[in-house]
């Protein structure tokens, strides 16, 4: 593996002040108008069509077969759109230990899709999750390296409220929520490289790794 490969397959996260903070990157073979589609396709269905998001770009993110996996996890129910307001309204239940601790969360959250030179910064600031979240937001970068080479990464802070900093602790999260945020930008690359994630393929990968 040459040292630019080395160096966009990277996932960091940080903690300071009760706030986790993770940062990704990763390099995509295909052009940046297909990088764009994808997120595109993301953005119409967090406004549209949510019930698609478990089909692609959630795939293998869900209920795993390790049970530390599975110690903090949402299980989305529904959204809505409010184009006047331009934010999303989302309503999850919080499971801990596989068990429902917190059932219809609203969380509001809003996007602004901008341009910086030839990147691309899609921002997701949460404005309201009850006592869920105290702050989070987070930055999707699409950025062409060539003309068949695109850097895609996320920068995510997250503050839980005040009962969740007591219980989330670093190795829960590394456990629970650091992998599914380096796999959900996973998919998006394969999306853009033409190939289709899904929680079959997901399991497989699981399998091969378990096996080394």
Not at 109 to 136: F, K, N, P, T
Request: net charge neutral.
């Amino acid at each position: 593996m040459n040292t630019l490969c080395a160096i966009l397959m990277t996932v960091l996260t940080t903690f300071s002040d009760g706030t986790f903070h993770t940062t990704y990157e990763t390099s995509v073979d295909a052009n940046v108008k297909s990088c764009n589609q994808v997120v595109d396709s993301l953005i119409f269905c967090l406004q549209n069509s949510p019930e698609m998001l478990s089909e692609q770009f959630f795939a293998g993110l869900g209920k795993q077969g390790d049970k530390n996996k599975n110690a903090f996890y949402l299980v989305w129910k529904e959204s809505s759109y409010i184009p006047e307001k331009r934010y999303s309204k989302i309503v999850m239940d919080v499971l801990v230990d596989e068990k429902p601790y917190l059932r219809d969360v609203v969380i509001e959250s809003m996007v602004v899709d901008s341009m910086v030179g030839q990147r691309r910064d899609i921002r997701v600031d949460i404005q309201y999750a009850g006592h869920l979240l105290q702050e989070a937001y987070g930055t999707f970068h699409v950025e062409p390296l060539g003309n068949k080479t695109v850097k895609l990464s996320m920068d995510v802070h997250v503050k839980f409220g005040w009962f969740f900093r007591i219980f989330i602790s670093q190795r829960i999260y590394r456990n629970t929520i650091d992998w599914r945020l380096e796999r959900f930008v996973t998919n998006l690359k394969l999306m853009a490289e033409g190939k289709q994630p899904t929680d079959a393929y997901w399991q497989q990968i699981d399998k091969e790794k378990n096996k080394k």
